[in-house]
């Protein structure tokens, strides 16, 4: 038997009181396998994909083959360093010329899909960034392109990702918070910090929308995700532009997305999440970002520290006359991987992934809903 696949044919044709043996040899045999072999990775969008990188170079399986951008001096850059020297202006060249195993999606929204379904079409894993596209239409036929091909697809939801989130995720699952009852998520920014006048992200074609697309669409996936994605019964929402409007119009630069979303979201489970994300709030705070969530047993309080993007964590609930308030964190950042360690790890594991095209496509129909409730005034349910 000189070869991994005489081998493997070998213990294929195993009898059946040998057969357990044969499949832990297996699992052992491509675990071997998988921890020599790199996946070649391609990276397109060059400002969120530079994260992406960086991302994938903490996980030893992982090869950046390509970069892609449309900007040459970023390719020059970025391609000396990290010592890329596959660096392309055309995506479809790079997915025809490379051999890549995952492409990372970080282009503006409008490219997501058509991106998305020409790597799942040859065969490659895609990561793509959030939103997953513009619309639930177009989440919806780039999930069922990702089930025809049997080739993955994960959507970059990074918030999943932060220590606190993972330790609270972990506690909902144990069942110790109780049934989630009511959620309340804000992720307010004061006009400071917002550089998006003449830009892709206040240009509707391009983007899809605004403040909520853009990162209401964290808030909704990780409330669900918390949640375990509960049946929406009804939306109720309004949007409004009059602050970024204001400047735009003062500035004579194009703006024609919503600045401001506020929404009730009824699940059919009688729990409630209430929601409310700007771009342009008038608040002193540049950046405020709070999740709260009333368990039957516990409540969950969520919140970003000094207007940044870490967080703080604490768990509240009484027993026998006490109230106790409980700090919720990992010890270990090694038990929080990067979102593409995790989708790599996933694949190399053939282990099945969170974030992936049905739980976005559920997002997508959420986030379609408060838009349409904003346009017509009207509350929308879901069947
Ligand atoms: N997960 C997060 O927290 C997070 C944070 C920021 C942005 N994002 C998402 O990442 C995506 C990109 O956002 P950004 O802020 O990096 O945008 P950006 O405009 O700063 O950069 C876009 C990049 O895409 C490249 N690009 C544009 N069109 C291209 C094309 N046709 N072919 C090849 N390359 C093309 C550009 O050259 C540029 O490098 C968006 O979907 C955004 O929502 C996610």
Redesign the pocket.
Known sequence: MGSWRELNSYLDSATPNSVSFALEVKKLLNLQIHMNHKLKIGV??????KEHIDGYLTHPNTEIQAI????IE?LESIGNQYGIDARYES?EEMIAKEKLDIVSI????R??KDMTILALDQGIHVLC???IGMNAEEAIAMHRKSEETGKRLMV?Y?YRFIPQSVAIKQRIDAGLVGDIYSASCHWLRNISGFSQFGG?FGNKSMSGGGVLI?IGVHCLDKVLWLMDFPEIDSVTASTHDYVCQKVAKESGLSFDVEDTVEALVKFKNNANLMFQVSWAANISESNLIEYRLLGQKEGILEQNINQGYTFNAQTFYESNGISYTLGIDHVSPKLCPTSMYYFVDAIINDKPHMANGSEAVKVMQLIDAIYKSAETGKQICFN
């Open positions: 397109v969008g060059l400002r969120m994909g892609c951008a449309k900007e970023k995506y970080a282009t503006p929204n490219f997501h960034e959030k939103p970059n990074s892709w853009d």
